[in-house]
Protein backbone atom coordinates (compact mmCIF):
# COMPACT_ATOMS: atom_id res chain seq x y z
CA UNK A 1 0.00 0.00 0.00
CA UNK A 2 1.59 3.38 -0.84
CA UNK A 3 0.89 6.84 -0.16
CA UNK A 4 1.16 9.96 -1.80
CA UNK A 5 2.23 12.60 -0.72
CA UNK A 6 0.99 16.29 -1.11
CA UNK A 7 3.84 18.33 -3.68
CA UNK A 8 5.26 21.64 -1.80
CA UNK A 9 2.49 23.36 -4.28
CA UNK A 10 -0.24 22.10 -3.09
CA UNK A 11 -1.46 25.05 -1.00
CA UNK A 12 -0.74 27.59 -3.31
CA UNK A 13 -2.84 25.01 -5.69
CA UNK A 14 -5.65 24.18 -3.02
CA UNK A 15 -6.63 28.25 -2.53
CA UNK A 16 -7.34 29.99 -5.73
CA UNK A 17 -6.30 33.54 -6.43
CA UNK A 18 -9.80 35.25 -5.41
CA UNK A 19 -9.35 33.18 -2.25
CA UNK A 20 -6.38 34.38 -1.11
CA UNK A 21 -7.59 37.93 -1.98
CA UNK A 22 -10.47 37.63 0.35
CA UNK A 23 -8.15 36.27 2.85
CA UNK A 24 -5.30 38.98 2.73
CA UNK A 25 -8.10 41.34 2.99
CA UNK A 26 -10.11 40.02 5.78
CA UNK A 27 -6.50 39.84 8.11
CA UNK A 28 -5.89 43.05 6.56
CA UNK A 29 -9.22 44.22 8.36
CA UNK A 30 -8.54 42.86 11.62
CA UNK A 31 -5.44 44.47 11.67
CA UNK A 32 -6.83 47.09 10.89
CA UNK A 33 -9.65 47.54 13.41
CA UNK A 34 -7.42 46.34 15.89
CA UNK A 35 -4.79 49.52 15.09
CA UNK A 36 -8.24 51.82 15.04
CA UNK A 37 -9.27 50.87 18.87
CA UNK A 38 -5.50 50.83 20.20
CA UNK A 39 -4.99 54.22 18.00
CA UNK A 40 -4.26 56.43 21.22
CA UNK A 41 -1.23 54.30 21.31
CA UNK A 42 -0.47 53.68 18.44
CA UNK A 43 -0.26 57.18 17.60
CA UNK A 44 1.96 58.35 19.47
CA UNK A 45 4.90 55.08 19.19
CA UNK A 46 4.80 55.63 15.03
CA UNK A 47 5.64 59.70 16.06
CA UNK A 48 8.15 58.11 18.18
CA UNK A 49 9.38 55.48 16.08
CA UNK A 50 10.07 58.44 13.57
CA UNK A 51 11.38 60.79 15.62
CA UNK A 52 14.07 58.45 16.54
CA UNK A 53 14.74 57.17 13.18
CA UNK A 54 15.36 60.83 12.00
CA UNK A 55 17.82 61.27 14.71
CA UNK A 56 19.49 58.27 15.33
CA UNK A 57 22.25 59.09 11.82
CA UNK A 58 23.55 61.63 15.13
CA UNK A 59 24.52 58.46 16.92
CA UNK A 60 27.29 57.33 13.81
CA UNK A 61 29.44 60.65 14.14
CA UNK A 62 30.02 60.15 17.80
CA UNK A 63 30.91 56.71 17.88
CA UNK A 64 33.42 57.34 15.07
CA UNK A 65 34.67 59.69 17.44
CA UNK A 66 35.01 57.35 20.66
CA UNK A 67 31.80 58.49 22.07
CA UNK A 68 30.66 55.97 24.67
CA UNK A 69 27.17 54.11 23.16
CA UNK A 70 25.49 55.91 26.45
CA UNK A 71 26.96 59.26 25.48
CA UNK A 72 25.53 59.17 21.94
CA UNK A 73 22.29 57.44 22.56
CA UNK A 74 21.76 60.46 25.62
CA UNK A 75 22.96 63.04 22.05
CA UNK A 76 19.82 61.05 20.56
CA UNK A 77 17.22 61.60 23.33
CA UNK A 78 18.38 65.30 23.55
CA UNK A 79 17.96 65.99 19.78
CA UNK A 80 14.74 64.33 19.48
CA UNK A 81 13.19 65.85 22.83
CA UNK A 82 14.16 69.44 21.12
CA UNK A 83 11.98 68.40 17.83
CA UNK A 84 9.55 67.79 20.57
CA UNK A 85 9.93 71.14 22.39
CA UNK A 86 9.78 73.06 18.90
CA UNK A 87 6.85 71.02 18.33
CA UNK A 88 5.32 71.73 21.45
CA UNK A 89 6.11 75.32 21.44
CA UNK A 90 4.33 76.01 18.24
CA UNK A 91 1.46 74.43 18.87
CA UNK A 92 0.98 76.67 21.61
CA UNK A 93 1.80 80.25 20.00
CA UNK A 94 -0.59 79.42 16.84
CA UNK A 95 -3.14 78.41 19.87
CA UNK A 96 -2.85 81.48 22.10
CA UNK A 97 -2.55 83.39 19.19
CA UNK A 98 -5.77 82.53 17.13
CA UNK A 99 -7.83 82.10 20.05
CA UNK A 100 -7.01 85.87 21.23
CA UNK A 101 -7.57 86.20 17.09
CA UNK A 102 -11.35 85.23 17.53
CA UNK A 103 -11.62 87.11 20.62
CA UNK A 104 -10.76 90.22 18.64
CA UNK A 105 -12.95 89.36 15.48
CA UNK A 106 -16.04 88.75 17.94
CA UNK A 107 -15.30 91.96 19.78
CA UNK A 108 -15.29 93.98 17.02
CA UNK A 109 -18.44 92.38 15.13
CA UNK A 110 -16.16 92.39 12.31
CA UNK A 111 -17.62 88.44 11.22
CA UNK A 112 -21.04 89.45 11.12
CA UNK A 113 -20.45 92.35 8.74
CA UNK A 114 -18.19 89.92 6.74
CA UNK A 115 -20.64 87.70 6.75
CA UNK A 116 -23.67 89.91 5.63
CA UNK A 117 -21.06 91.04 2.55
CA UNK A 118 -21.30 87.08 1.38
CA UNK A 119 -24.73 86.89 1.96
CA UNK A 120 -25.23 89.90 -0.37
CA UNK A 121 -22.59 88.93 -3.22
CA UNK A 122 -24.16 85.41 -3.22
CA UNK A 123 -27.53 86.79 -3.69
CA UNK A 124 -26.08 88.99 -6.35
CA UNK A 125 -25.11 86.15 -8.06
CA UNK A 126 -28.34 84.50 -8.18
CA UNK A 127 -28.45 82.31 -5.15
CA UNK A 128 -31.48 81.96 -3.19
CA UNK A 129 -31.72 83.43 0.51
CA UNK A 130 -31.04 79.90 1.85
CA UNK A 131 -28.08 79.10 0.02
CA UNK A 132 -26.30 81.95 0.73
CA UNK A 133 -27.22 82.24 3.92
CA UNK A 134 -25.82 78.52 4.87
CA UNK A 135 -22.80 80.00 2.59
CA UNK A 136 -22.02 82.59 4.87
CA UNK A 137 -22.46 80.39 8.15
CA UNK A 138 -19.25 79.71 8.30
CA UNK A 139 -18.09 83.10 9.45
CA UNK A 140 -20.71 83.05 12.23
CA UNK A 141 -19.02 83.74 16.00
CA UNK A 142 -20.77 80.27 17.62
CA UNK A 143 -19.30 78.10 14.10
CA UNK A 144 -15.86 80.05 15.13
CA UNK A 145 -16.09 79.24 18.46
CA UNK A 146 -16.72 76.04 17.86
CA UNK A 147 -14.08 75.36 15.53
CA UNK A 148 -11.80 77.09 18.28
CA UNK A 149 -12.73 74.67 20.65
CA UNK A 150 -12.19 71.82 18.63
CA UNK A 151 -8.78 72.85 17.86
CA UNK A 152 -8.64 73.47 21.49
CA UNK A 153 -9.19 69.48 22.37
CA UNK A 154 -6.76 68.64 19.52
CA UNK A 155 -3.43 70.73 20.66
CA UNK A 156 -4.56 69.13 24.03
CA UNK A 157 -4.86 65.73 22.40
CA UNK A 158 -1.63 66.02 20.88
CA UNK A 159 0.54 67.82 24.12
CA UNK A 160 -1.23 64.27 25.86
CA UNK A 161 0.38 62.70 22.94
CA UNK A 162 3.92 64.10 23.01
CA UNK A 163 4.36 63.45 26.44
CA UNK A 164 4.02 59.85 25.81
CA UNK A 165 6.15 60.27 23.07
CA UNK A 166 9.10 61.53 25.46
CA UNK A 167 8.87 58.14 27.40
CA UNK A 168 8.61 56.06 23.88
CA UNK A 169 11.96 57.88 23.20
CA UNK A 170 14.10 57.27 25.57
CA UNK A 171 13.67 53.18 25.33
CA UNK A 172 13.48 53.20 21.33
CA UNK A 173 16.44 55.36 21.37
CA UNK A 174 18.67 52.92 23.47
CA UNK A 175 17.77 49.67 21.57
CA UNK A 176 18.67 51.49 18.57
CA UNK A 177 21.84 51.31 19.59
CA UNK A 178 21.60 47.71 19.39
CA UNK A 179 19.60 47.10 16.21
CA UNK A 180 22.42 49.28 14.76
CA UNK A 181 24.56 45.73 14.75
CA UNK A 182 21.83 43.71 12.98
CA UNK A 183 23.88 43.75 9.99
CA UNK A 184 27.04 42.57 11.56
CA UNK A 185 25.34 39.93 13.48
CA UNK A 186 22.70 38.85 10.83
CA UNK A 187 24.10 39.88 7.83
CA UNK A 188 24.84 36.55 6.23
CA UNK A 189 21.25 35.29 6.99
CA UNK A 190 18.76 38.75 7.00
CA UNK A 191 20.68 40.39 4.33
CA UNK A 192 17.41 41.02 2.17
CA UNK A 193 15.12 41.95 5.47
CA UNK A 194 17.67 44.67 6.55
CA UNK A 195 18.64 46.46 2.88
CA UNK A 196 15.15 46.52 3.37
CA UNK A 197 14.80 47.93 6.82
CA UNK A 198 17.27 50.68 6.19
CA UNK A 199 16.04 51.57 2.79
CA UNK A 200 13.03 52.54 4.69
CA UNK A 201 14.49 54.07 7.60
CA UNK A 202 16.62 56.10 4.58
CA UNK A 203 13.37 57.03 2.59
CA UNK A 204 11.42 58.22 5.78
CA UNK A 205 14.62 60.04 7.35
CA UNK A 206 14.90 61.94 3.77
CA UNK A 207 11.68 62.01 3.60
CA UNK A 208 11.07 64.16 6.66
CA UNK A 209 13.95 66.33 6.30
CA UNK A 210 12.88 67.46 2.81
CA UNK A 211 9.41 68.60 3.70
CA UNK A 212 10.78 70.28 6.65
CA UNK A 213 13.50 72.06 4.64
CA UNK A 214 10.79 73.35 1.98
CA UNK A 215 7.98 73.41 4.94
CA UNK A 216 10.02 76.47 6.61
CA UNK A 217 10.94 78.32 3.35
CA UNK A 218 7.21 78.15 2.36
CA UNK A 219 6.04 79.50 6.53
CA UNK A 220 8.55 82.17 5.70
CA UNK A 221 7.49 83.56 2.91
CA UNK A 222 3.82 83.28 3.32
CA UNK A 223 4.22 84.88 6.83
CA UNK A 224 6.21 87.93 5.54
CA UNK A 225 3.53 88.22 2.95
CA UNK A 226 0.58 87.85 5.43
CA UNK A 227 2.20 90.19 7.03
CA UNK A 228 3.16 93.19 4.30
CA UNK A 229 -0.64 92.41 3.26
CA UNK A 230 -1.61 93.02 6.76
CA UNK A 231 -3.65 90.03 7.86
CA UNK A 232 -3.85 89.54 11.15
CA UNK A 233 -1.83 86.81 13.31
CA UNK A 234 0.64 85.92 10.20
CA UNK A 235 2.74 83.87 12.66
CA UNK A 236 -0.25 81.20 13.11
CA UNK A 237 -0.47 81.11 9.32
CA UNK A 238 2.87 80.80 9.05
CA UNK A 239 2.90 77.94 11.56
CA UNK A 240 -0.17 76.32 10.03
CA UNK A 241 1.79 76.56 6.72
CA UNK A 242 4.68 74.85 8.00
CA UNK A 243 2.62 71.88 9.70
CA UNK A 244 0.41 71.21 6.40
CA UNK A 245 3.24 71.03 4.46
CA UNK A 246 3.71 67.18 5.78
CA UNK A 247 0.32 66.84 4.94
CA UNK A 248 0.54 65.06 0.82
CA UNK A 249 -1.56 66.60 -2.19
CA UNK A 250 -4.70 68.33 0.25
CA UNK A 251 -1.88 70.07 2.97
CA UNK A 252 -1.71 73.23 0.57
CA UNK A 253 -5.55 73.50 0.66
CA UNK A 254 -5.56 73.24 4.46
CA UNK A 255 -3.25 75.84 4.79
CA UNK A 256 -4.88 78.04 2.52
CA UNK A 257 -8.61 78.03 3.59
CA UNK A 258 -8.06 79.81 7.08
CA UNK A 259 -5.86 83.16 6.40
CA UNK A 260 -8.07 83.54 2.85
CA UNK A 261 -11.42 83.47 5.42
CA UNK A 262 -9.73 86.13 7.66
CA UNK A 263 -8.44 88.35 4.94
CA UNK A 264 -12.24 88.59 3.38
CA UNK A 265 -12.98 89.56 7.27
CA UNK A 266 -10.99 92.18 7.51
CA UNK A 267 -10.28 93.34 4.03
CA UNK A 268 -12.81 91.88 1.67
CA UNK A 269 -12.52 90.69 -1.73
CA UNK A 270 -9.28 92.32 -2.77
CA UNK A 271 -7.18 91.05 -0.10
CA UNK A 272 -8.70 87.68 -0.04
CA UNK A 273 -7.59 87.65 -3.89
CA UNK A 274 -4.34 88.47 -2.94
CA UNK A 275 -4.03 85.79 -0.31
CA UNK A 276 -5.05 83.12 -3.17
CA UNK A 277 -3.01 84.46 -5.14
CA UNK A 278 0.47 84.47 -3.02
CA UNK A 279 -0.29 80.97 -1.90
CA UNK A 280 -0.60 79.68 -5.73
CA UNK A 281 2.56 81.39 -7.13
CA UNK A 282 4.73 80.41 -3.69
CA UNK A 283 3.41 76.63 -2.67
CA UNK A 284 2.86 75.70 -6.46
CA UNK A 285 6.35 76.40 -7.55
CA UNK A 286 8.06 74.99 -4.48
CA UNK A 287 5.91 72.38 -3.70
CA UNK A 288 4.99 71.07 -7.10
CA UNK A 289 7.71 72.24 -8.91
CA UNK A 290 10.59 72.03 -7.17
CA UNK A 291 10.00 69.64 -3.70
CA UNK A 292 8.50 66.38 -5.81
CA UNK A 293 12.29 66.39 -7.39
CA UNK A 294 13.85 66.02 -4.04
CA UNK A 295 11.29 63.95 -2.37
CA UNK A 296 10.58 61.40 -5.66
CA UNK A 297 13.98 58.82 -4.59
CA UNK A 298 12.66 58.37 -1.24
CA UNK A 299 8.76 58.04 -1.34
CA UNK A 300 7.83 56.71 -4.58
CA UNK A 301 4.61 56.38 -4.14
CA UNK A 302 1.56 57.40 -6.69
CA UNK A 303 -0.61 60.71 -6.21
CA UNK A 304 -3.77 58.14 -5.94
CA UNK A 305 -1.79 56.04 -3.09
CA UNK A 306 -0.32 59.27 -1.73
CA UNK A 307 -3.61 61.02 -1.49
CA UNK A 308 -5.77 58.15 -0.26
CA UNK A 309 -3.08 57.09 2.39
CA UNK A 310 -3.72 60.80 4.08
CA UNK A 311 -7.46 59.99 4.51
CA UNK A 312 -7.09 56.44 5.15
CA UNK A 313 -4.34 56.96 8.56
CA UNK A 314 -6.27 59.92 9.69
CA UNK A 315 -9.47 58.16 10.15
CA UNK A 316 -7.50 55.12 11.31
CA UNK A 317 -4.95 56.79 13.91
CA UNK A 318 -6.57 60.49 14.12
CA UNK A 319 -5.13 63.66 13.15
CA UNK A 320 -1.45 62.28 13.55
CA UNK A 321 -2.47 60.02 10.43
CA UNK A 322 -2.35 63.03 8.13
CA UNK A 323 0.99 63.44 8.95
CA UNK A 324 2.47 60.29 9.74
CA UNK A 325 0.52 58.66 6.58
CA UNK A 326 3.90 58.58 4.27
CA UNK A 327 6.13 56.56 6.18
CA UNK A 328 2.97 54.47 7.20
CA UNK A 329 2.13 53.59 3.80
CA UNK A 330 6.38 52.62 2.95
CA UNK A 331 6.08 50.37 6.18
CA UNK A 332 2.67 48.22 5.14
CA UNK A 333 4.26 48.19 1.57
CA UNK A 334 8.02 47.18 3.26
CA UNK A 335 6.21 44.65 5.13
CA UNK A 336 3.51 43.21 2.78
CA UNK A 337 4.76 43.58 -0.50
CA UNK A 338 8.53 44.23 -0.63
CA UNK A 339 9.29 40.88 0.74
CA UNK A 340 6.72 38.58 -2.18
CA UNK A 341 8.55 38.43 -5.22
CA UNK A 342 5.09 37.76 -6.91
CA UNK A 343 3.72 41.37 -5.50
CA UNK A 344 6.03 43.20 -8.09
CA UNK A 345 3.62 44.25 -10.06
CA UNK A 346 1.59 45.83 -6.77
CA UNK A 347 4.55 47.71 -5.88
CA UNK A 348 4.93 49.11 -9.58
CA UNK A 349 1.27 50.18 -9.45
CA UNK A 350 1.89 51.32 -5.79
CA UNK A 351 4.66 53.68 -7.48
CA UNK A 352 7.83 52.13 -7.08
CA UNK A 353 10.23 52.49 -9.51
CA UNK A 354 12.64 49.62 -8.50
CA UNK A 355 10.03 47.11 -8.82
CA UNK A 356 10.72 45.66 -12.40
CA UNK A 357 10.02 42.00 -13.41
CA UNK A 358 13.13 39.56 -13.17
CA UNK A 359 14.44 38.57 -17.16
CA UNK A 360 12.57 36.05 -18.62
CA UNK A 361 14.19 32.34 -18.94
CA UNK A 362 15.57 31.48 -21.89
CA UNK A 363 13.19 28.78 -23.83
CA UNK A 364 15.39 25.43 -23.89
CA UNK A 365 15.40 23.67 -27.30
CA UNK A 366 14.22 20.15 -27.01
CA UNK A 367 17.12 17.67 -28.26
CA UNK A 368 14.37 15.83 -30.46
CA UNK A 369 14.00 18.82 -32.67
CA UNK A 370 18.09 19.52 -32.18
CA UNK A 371 19.08 15.93 -33.43
CA UNK A 372 16.63 16.02 -35.84
CA UNK A 373 17.94 19.67 -37.28
CA UNK A 374 21.62 17.75 -37.27
CA UNK A 375 19.93 14.99 -39.29
CA UNK A 376 19.12 16.93 -42.10
CA UNK A 377 21.92 19.00 -41.92
CA UNK A 378 24.03 15.76 -42.79
CA UNK A 379 21.51 14.21 -45.24
CA UNK A 380 22.12 17.26 -47.12
CA UNK A 381 26.17 17.19 -47.13
Known sequence: MTTSS???????????PSLRILLTLAAASVALAGVYFVRDLFGPIALAIVIVVIC?????PLNRRGWPHWASTTAVIIVAYLILLIMG???????TQFASLIADLISERRLTSAADEIVLSLQALGLDEAAADSAAAILDPSTLLGIAQSLGS???????ALFFVCAYIIFMAADAARYGQASAT???TKSAVIARISRLNTGVRRYYIVNATFGAIVAIIDGLALWWMG????????????VTNFIPNIGFILGLVPPAILAFVVGGWPLFLGVIAVYCVVNVVLQVLVQPKFVSDAVDLSLTLSFFS????TFIIGPLGAILSIPL??????????GDPHATWLRWISGDRTAVPPAPEPVLEPASRIRRRLLRTSGRA
Open 329 to 338: TLLVRALVLE
Open 310 to 313: VIFW
Open 89 to 95: ALLWLAG
Open 154 to 160: TVLSVAT
Open 231 to 242: VPAPIVWAILAF
Open 56 to 60: DPLRR
Open 186 to 188: FGA
Open 6 to 16: LPESAPDQILS
